[in-house]
């Protein structure tokens, strides 16, 4: 019968990676840190495979220290914390910064 229907064969496994990699993902907390580091390594990935200009690489590790910055007078202001609201523009800050690390690897692909 699954042999009959190769088009809904297809559509199901791509469910089952989506489905499986979405859990993955979901499984695992990333604190503002890990995510900093683990940006902070892909912009170096990028710029080391000449996905970067030294310009884009200079600017995105820039933006990367400024977060970090942020988050330390944040902390420096509440007692060594983090409040909800700071995590929050924190999380912004780094999906911003992780969007355009995005963008610009993509977009030297296409030239």
Do not use: C
């Amino acid at each position: 019968m699954l042999n009959r229907y190769p088009a809904i064969n297809g559509m199901l496994v791509s469910l089952l990676m989506i489905t499986s990699t979405s859990a993955t993902f979901a499984a695992h907390h990333w604190t503002v840190t890990q995510r900093q580091q683990a940006l902070l390594s892909e912009i170096n990935s990028a710029h080391r495979h000449n996905q970067l200009t030294l310009k884009e690489f200079n600017d995105l590790t820039e933006e990367q220290q400024k977060i970090v910055s942020k988050e330390q007078s944040m902390k420096d202001k509440n007692g060594g914390k983090l409040s909800q609201k700071d995590l929050t523009t924190l999380e912004r800050n780094l999906n911003d910064l992780s969007n355009k690390i995005h963008k610009k690897v993509l977009d030297k692909r296409v030239q």
